[in-house]
């Protein structure tokens, strides 16, 4: 998902402090969601989307368990 985000924002030819000013947070804290260290709140997904221009909705799913989370199956 990252790696899709970081394609998205240079096909539209913005910088991460571009992309940051627009939608209203620090270039940091963009740093931080496209690096995967943040996850962003619905308000800055929704506008990171609208910049992008970007109308699949997959751009932010989930794609990892954070690792306390995760459960141990087992087939009794």
């Known amino acids: 998902m990252r790696k899709k985000l970081k394609e998205k924002r240079l096909e539209k030819g913005l ?3 571009r992309i940051a000013q627009k939608i209203g947070i620090s ?3 963009y740093t ?8 962003p709140s619905f308000k800055v997904a929704r506008a990171i989307k ?3 221009d970007e109308k699949n ?5 989930i ?14």
């Not at 909705?57 to 799913?61: E, G, K, P, V």
Request: a positive charge; glycine letters at 8%; hydrophobic letters at 20%.
């Open 15 to 17: 910088t991460q402090k």
């Open 27 to 29: 270039r940091g804290h």
């Open 32 to 39: 931080n969601i496209e690096l995967g260290h943040k996850e």
């Open 50 to 52: 609208k910049e992008l």
């Open 57 to 61: 909705d997959d751009i932010f799913l």
């Open 63 to 76: 794609s990892n368990v954070p690792k306390g989370n995760k459960t141990n199956h087992k087939a009794s």
